[in-house]
């Protein structure tokens, strides 16, 4: 629901889609300018494939943008989303929210440092990611199931993706540590 709100309240945004697994029942309550899709697949990659494939059938034409944002990333601001649109719209491929890596990176091999990588040009993606219509389906289309994200699809066209500064409160809610710095956030967020 934070992340509907977000985008809800980017009135660039034309409308939003939820892409679904069959059977969920969460969405059950009609939202304004929001439709709920039972469109999930076995993968994030396919998800997206079909909710983009839903979209085309309601109309979203092959040179309109689309913004795909992972649900797991619930603390994304109006703010992000305004700057990506920023940043994006006037350039020919598209991008992504991005975080600078700030902490030093290693590589592992059987549970031991292999290597040190050099980080001052490391970033972590985040969503939204937002690409043209018929070049992001055409490229998920193209590398199958497999990619992480929207960009990496796009990335295997040879296209190279805009990284926009994105944020570290954009993180991705993945460990249970994760749900109570979540929780904090929006507190600080409550007026």
């Known amino acids: 629901m934070h992340t509907v ?4 309240a ?3 945004i034309a409308g939003v889609v939820i892409a679904v697994s069959d059977g969920d029942d969460f969405w059950h309550t009609p ?3 929001v439709t709920v899709v039972p469109c999930g697949g076995a993968t994030r990659a396919a ?3 079909n909710g983009l494939a839903a979209m085309t059938a309601q109309g979203v034409l092959a040179h309109d943008w689309v913004l795909v944002h992972d649900a797991a990333r619930c603390l994304v601001t109006p703010g992000q989303i305004n700057a990506l649109i920023d940043a994006c719209q006037h350039d020919a491929v598209g991008g992504l929210l991005a975080h600078k890596l700030a902490d030093t990176l290693k590589r592992e091999s059987g549970g031991r440092v292999e290597a040190t990588l050099e980080r001052a040009d490391k970033w972590l993606a985040q ?4 690409f043209r219509m018929a070049a992001l389906t055409q490229a998920l289309g193209a590398v ?3 990619v992480t994200d929207e960009a990496s699809a796009i990335e295997s066209t040879g ?4 990284l926009v500064p994105g944020g570290a409160q954009n993180f991705k809610v993945t460990y249970p540590d994760d749900f109570a710095l979540a929780e904090a956030i929006l507190r600080s967020r409550t007026p």
């Open 10 to 12: 980017v009135t660039r």
């Open 144 to 146: 199958g199931d497999n």
């Open 31 to 33: 939202l304004s300018a």
């Open 5 to 8: 709100a977000a985008f809800q």
């Open 159 to 162: 296209a190279r993706p805009l």
């Open 47 to 49: 998800t997206v494939g």
């Open 127 to 130: 969503t939204p990611q937002m």
